[in-house]
C-alpha cells in the first residue's frame, strides 16, 4: 500500500505561481512513475505531468513551458511548479503513484488549485 498527500492548492490570480507537493509513503517500489493528474468541473481526470524515478519527464501540452514537475527520491516526495497560471488551469490536481513491482495505481484525495482574478 502507498498512501499519496498532496498540499499547496490555493486561489491565485492569473500570471501568479503556485508550488504543489506530494508526499508518499508506505511500500514504495523502484523504479517507479509519479504523475500530477487534474479534473476541472465537468470534465475528466487528465495527465499534467509525470516523472520517473530515474528523472524522464513527460507534460501535456497545455502546460509545457509553464509548468515544472520535479521529485526528490530520497524523500519520496513529488513537486510541481507551476507558473504563468491560466483561469483554464482551474481543477483538483492530484497526485498518482504507480509501480511494476506492485502493479497498483494510488491516488492521493487531490488539492484545489482556482485561478481567478
Known amino acids: 500500500q502507498v498512501q499519496l498527500v498532496e498540499s499547496g492548492g490555493n486561489m491565485v490570480q492569473p500570471g501568479g505561481s503556485l508550488r504543489l507537493s506530494c508526499a508518499a509513503s508506505?511500500?514504495?517500489?523502484?523504479?517507479?512513475?509519479m504523475g500530477w493528474y487534474r479534473q476541472a468541473p465537468g470534465k475528466q481526470r487528465s495527465l499534467v505531468a509525470e516523472?520517473?524515478?530515474?528523472?524522464?519527464?513527460n507534460y501535456a501540452d497545455s502546460v509545457k513551458g509553464r509548468f515544472t514537475i520535479s521529485r526528490d527520491n530520497a524523500k519520496n516526495e513529488l513537486y510541481l511548479q507551476m507558473d504563468s497560471l491560466k483561469p483554464e488551469d482551474t481543477a483538483v490536481y492530484y497526485c498518482?503513484?504507480?509501480?511494476?513491482?506492485?502493479?497498483?495505481?494510488?491516488w492521493g484525495l487531490g488539492t484545489l488549485v482556482t485561478v481567478s482574478s
Open positions: 498518482r503513484y504507480w509501480a511494476a513491482a506492485d502493479g497498483a495505481f494510488y
Open positions: 508506505g511500500s514504495i517500489f523502484r523504479p517507479n512513475l
Open positions: 516523472v520517473s524515478s530515474g528523472g524522464s519527464t
